[in-house]
């Protein structure tokens, strides 16, 4: 028997960061736990990066490249694998041009850098990601706002925070650990809770304001007309560092009084005034704000509203409130990424590139878009591409739709570690490794200050990282890329002066944290200040000041179609066991979560003769699907609220039955709901209707 090896190295089972130990004997992880050294997690761990060794050795897991061949898969080598795609892009290029291809990721397993690099060269400007309703919509709403993205100051210890729509203890995202949060209201923060569902935050809040999901952007509004109307604003600020206040605070008094505010969002203006007071008179504040605000057609406006709150009050990139944190200084993703390399004119083809000019100016494209050339041809056909780490199939809007497009694809390929509803419709399977799997220099692409040695601690079967995938692809096309993955980790540190073994060994890299660099060179904007009046969204015909448009589909919007559908549903909901349509097939987590859970209000469910742990119907005018049902009195009897993500990894056809459950089959992609400017879909707010499955539908109630 062999001795134990401890490797330090960092998690990815959601969005990664959390440092890990990893146990391996004999070749084989025995044993993760947290590691108390690391600066981003400090030896805490979530459920689902504990339960890494049951994906990685999952019986289900795919270890090879698989083919398809006459509908059926079989085995076949990488060289094979690899040439069939290369060849097929190829053809495409040819007869079609570059812009016929797309490639396609999900909420990433940190290879963002080498999944653009990899479209670039390739000369698509077709990328889908999650980012044009999660993450990067945030993003580039602020770029165009104040510059860069502000991050709440945890470390600086903030008097107050205002949890905005997040759950950070179960979901983890992007530049926060949910021990933060924790440890920064232990010392005694002042908590402000704004979600539409009573839970673990609300309980401990000293304000919540329990709104109607989807209006985050008028009760923004709201607290900006009692900081204006109450003079709780910064003047210095204002005066020397925010452009278009005037106009902004015009349109404020007039279209946002309490009154109004308080009809829009549900939320008692008393409330809203109590609110507003405590952020804007306690110092310093932070800001926390989550997807739900983003998955709407509100998203830039909500954004760019409460960029401006951290301004006003004079809480960006001050200690403790919101602020830009100052990178290690490693070569950036966008170096990495070739941006340059894609020309002007194939920039000009990107799909709905002049619709959504935000979400061009970030790179990707809306899905609804690439789902319309596939299926139409229109305004040119889309042909071929790759999937990376993405389910589209479960976890982008209107599911039906997105099937009828991936079945008239002529090709496509898909790496991951399960054969999973996508994957099923693929051509080519190629085995992704875990973060067990991989050497990467981690969190590059977040603004948190940090970049993390990820070290590869076991080899398993024929997987591959998803780095090495992108770069052996790119070489067989005929692009420019290092020799291995780790030649490329090099490069990007060389600015440093660190190598990759002495990176691995000091196990993260911190820049200088730097306060109020906005005194020395003002804000990265064309007016050097924060832009509540947008000249970039000027220059586009765009309303250059932030409001409330109602959602499309809702009960003020649409009452003839809430006959039929009464009830909003807020989809989405958060489990601490799944990262979206990840890791139904792991024992542990779904032991503890076995069946999807729609919540219900207990007066609605008897309204309907709906039980707890009923099966029930969830329909909407685009189809319908069951959930179990919970009862639960903290969210309101007009509202219903559900889990997404949902397949049956157990169910052994083809289609693991992703439409069962699926609450994308609901949801809407049209372009009259998305965000106009950067393409985020509506995900999280559209009309429902609800019923008990009957005994005779085959659905069994125990």
Known sequence: ????????????????????????????????????????????MCSKGLAITQIAYHPDRILYPMKKVSGKWERTSWDEALDIITNKFKKVIEEYG???????????????????????????PNVLTAG?????????????????????????????????????????????????????????????????????????????????????????????NVIIEEGLY???????????????????????????????????????????????????????WGVPTEQNINCTDFTRTAVGLM????????????????????????????????????????????????????????PRVAWDAIITGKPYPLKAGIFVGTNPLITEANANYIHKALTKLEFFAVADFFMTPTAELADIFLPAGTWLEQNHMAENWKFHGYVLARQKVVEIGECWQDHKIFLEL????????????????????????VTWEEFKEKGYLKGDMEYYKYRKKGFSTPTKKVELYSTVLESWGRDPLPKYTEIPESPVSRPDLAERYPYILNAGLRTPMFFHSENRQVPWLREMKPDPIVEINPDTAKKHGIRESDWVWIESPRGRVRQRARLNDGIDPRVVVAEHGWWFPEIKDEGHGWDIANINILTDDSHESMDPVMGATNLRVLLCNIYRCEEIEGVNHE
């Open 1 to 44: 028997m062999g001795s134990i090896k401890k490797v330090r190295t960092v998690c990815r089972g959601c969005h990664g960061g959390c440092g890990v130990i990893a146990s391996v004997k004999d070749g084989k992880v025995v044993k993760i736990e947290g590691d108390p050294s690391s600066p981003i997690s400090h030896g805490t």
């Open 98 to 124: 570059p812009e016929s291809l797309f490639i396609g990721q999900g909420t990433g397993r940190d290879y963002e850098s080498y999944f653009s690099r990899f479209g670039n060269l390739l000369g698509t």
């Open 132 to 224: 044009h309703m999660c993450y990067l919509s945030r993003i580039g709403a602020s770029l165009i706002t104040c510059g860069r993205f502000p991050v709440c100051d945890y470390a600086g210890e903030p008097k107050l925070i205002v949890l905005w729509g997040v759950n950070p203890l179960w979901s983890n995202p992007d530049e926060y650990k949910g021990v933060s949060f924790w440890r920064a209201y232990k010392k005694g923060a002042k908590l402000i809770v704004i979600d539409p569902r009573k839970n673990f935050y609300t309980k401990r809040a000293d304000i919540w304001l329990q709104l109607r999901p989807g209006t985050d952007a008028a009760l923004a509004l709201g607290f900006f």
């Open 234 to 288: 910064d003047r210095d600020f204002v005066a020397n560092y925010i452009h278009g206040w005037d106009a902004f605070s015009d349109r404020v008094r007039k279209d946002y009084p309490l009154n109004k505010v308080q009809e829009i969002t549900w939320v008692d203006k008393d409330i809203i005034r109590e609110a507003a007071r405590m952020y804007a008179t306690t110092k310093p504040a932070g800001i926390h």
């Open 311 to 366: 301004a006003a009050t004079s809480n960006l990139d001050a200690p403790g409130g919101n602020v830009f944190y100052v990178p290690p200084p490693v070569r950036t993703v966008s170096q990495f990424s070739c941006h340059e390399a894609l020309t002007p004119e194939q920039k000009k083809k990107r799909l709905g590139g002049e619709q959504y000019k935000l979400g061009a100016r970030m790179t990707f494209i809306t």
């Open 474 to 497: 790119g070489k067989r096309m005929g692009q420019q890329w290092w020799p291995t993955v780790e030649d490329a980790i090099e490069w990007l540190l060389e600015p440093t002066g």
